[in-house]
Every structure is written in C-alpha cells, then in structure tokens.
C-alpha cells in the first residue's frame, strides 16, 4: 500500500503495543523466508491487515512482542504467512510499476525480489492472480487517462478484499468478517484517494499521471479547484471508517485497530487535507 496508515504508540496500553509488536516482528520474519529484500519494504500497512484478519487473537502476539527481533522464529501462524507472501507481491507489483514509469534505478530492488515473488505466487497463486489482474486493470486506466480517481481506488479495493477473504482461517459466513472486510474496503478507497491528493501537485509539476490532474485539464478547471472539491469525498470515506469502527468486535486487537481508525486516519487526513487548506 502507501504508507498513510499510523499508529499512535502513547496513546495505546503497553499489552495492545506488545501485541502490536508481536504482529510486526513475527511478520518481519516470516516475510524473510521469502526475501530479504521485501523485508527492508515492511510497512505497517501490512501489519494492520493482518491485525484485521486476526482481530480476536492478540493474546497468541504478546510473547513474540517480548521475543527479541533476530531469534529463528519458527512458530508463526498461516495467517502470518499468508500476510507475508502477500508483502512480498504487492511490494514486487510497487517497484515494477516504478520501473515501468522510467525509474531505471530500482530495476536492481526487482531483480533482488524476483525470487521472493515466485515462491509466495506458488504458495497462494490465487491472491496472486487477484493482485496481479486488479494492478495491470489499474495500469490500463492510467494509461487511458482516467479522470476518476475513485473508479480506480474501487479496482485496488475489490481486490485488497478479496486478498482479505483468501486468508488462511477466516471465516466469512460470520458477521465479524463481513464487518471488516467492510472496514478493508473503505480502508482500500481512502488510501488509494488521499494519495492521489496527496501526489496531486508533485506530479503535475513532475508531469506525471494522476486523475486529479486530468480532471482539472477535461473541465477547463484548475488543479487547487479539483482537489478541494475531492475533499468531500476524502471525508466521506473517513466519516465511514469511523461509524464502521463503533461496531468492531469486542477484544483482542479492537484498541489498536481503533487507535488506527480514529486517531490515526483523522490525523493524517489532517495533515494532508486539512493542512493544506490555505
């Protein structure tokens, strides 16, 4: 993903931060089965997801969190596996994608996660596929121009959630699941537009794509007029994840994944958004 989902450390009890710790260490390791490349890209994107699809499991962490960082961790769960190939995908589709857009230089990171890429795509070749269709649809709505940057976040969602229901475990007859692969979607959509907002005026100066800027040209309008009229919908996404957030299942990861949801989404929408208001 993008890097825009963070966590508040103060603000969350020292066993949801063991836990939280847990999560990203035992993460960490099991994604350097697969690549050591990948594993210096670990963001805490990744570790939310899979926070999400073990959100009632948290006692199970607190041990790994105590656990120092280079011990042989050797008893990590399917789920963490499962996160772990999915890491190493979605990092190798990032950086091919930056190739693909002429930065020649990270052409060497690609080559060092071939490898990684090849073994998680034959441990769950479906998510896999689900990845790989859903980038090369996003890049064929670049390519053609696409002026509507919420019809591309909606591609990059379906599949993040469909990513989500393939974990190894899950059970998506529950109404739990159905709630968070809610939470995954809008999630998906908030990321995907606040970073085309966020892009939105570097990329005009460097002349790159971005729908914003499209849109701005198509309209006659200009780029300052079109992104704060996208605001609303950056909020909307917001104001969703927050009612979605008052109904989360009870226990287990339930304070971290609010610490996200409302401390964290808000903030950096803030940051972005809201900061840039003139």
């Known amino acids: 993903m993008f890097g825009y989902i963070k966590i508040f450390e103060n603000q969350l009890r020292v066993c949801d931060l063991k836990a939280y710790k847990g999560v990203y260490c035992g993460l960490c390791r099991r994604i350097a089965t697969y ?10 994107d ?5 926070m999400l699809s073990e959100y009632d499991q948290n006692e199970r962490y607190l041990a790994l969190g105590r656990r ?3 011990k042989k961790y050797k008893d990590a769960s399917d789920p963490l596996d499962y996160w772990a190939c999915v890491s190493v995908m979605m990092i190798y589709q990032k950086i091919r994608n930056d190739v693909n857009d002429g930065d020649v230089r990270k052409k060497i990171v690609l080559k060092g996660l071939e490898v990684g890429y090849s073994r998680a795509g034959e441990r ?8 790989r269709e859903a980038l090369e649809a996003i890049e064929k709505l670049e390519k053609a121009q696409c002026d509507d940057p919420c019809r591309i976040a909606k591609v990059f969602a379906d599949m993040l959630v469909q ?4 974990c190894p475990g899950t059970a998506p007859e529950t109404d739990e699941h159905q709630h968070m692969c809610r939470v995954v979607e809008q999630l998906a959509l908030w990321v995907y537009c606040i970073d085309f907002y966020d892009d939105a005026l570097k990329d005009e100066k460097d002349g790159q794509y971005n729908p914003l800027i499209v849109r701005a040209g198509k309209e006659n309008r200009t780029l300052s007029e079109v992104r704060k009229e996208f605001r609303d919908t950056i909020d909307r996404y917001v104001e969703e994840l927050q009612r979605l ?4 299942p009870y226990g287990g990861f339930q304070h971290v994944i609010k610490n996200v949801l409302h401390e964290g989404i808000v903030a950096v929408t803030a940051r972005i958004v ?5």
């Open 163 to 166: 990513v989500y229901k393939a």
């Open 245 to 248: 957030c008052d109904y989360l």
């Open 274 to 278: 809201v900061g840039d208001k003139k």
């Open 46 to 50: 990744m570790v939310f997801l899979a």
């Open 35 to 44: 690549s050591q490349t990948a594993r210096l890209m670990l963001s805490f």
């Open 68 to 70: 120092k960082c280079l």
């Open 124 to 131: 769950y070749p479906e998510t896999e596929r689900y990845i």
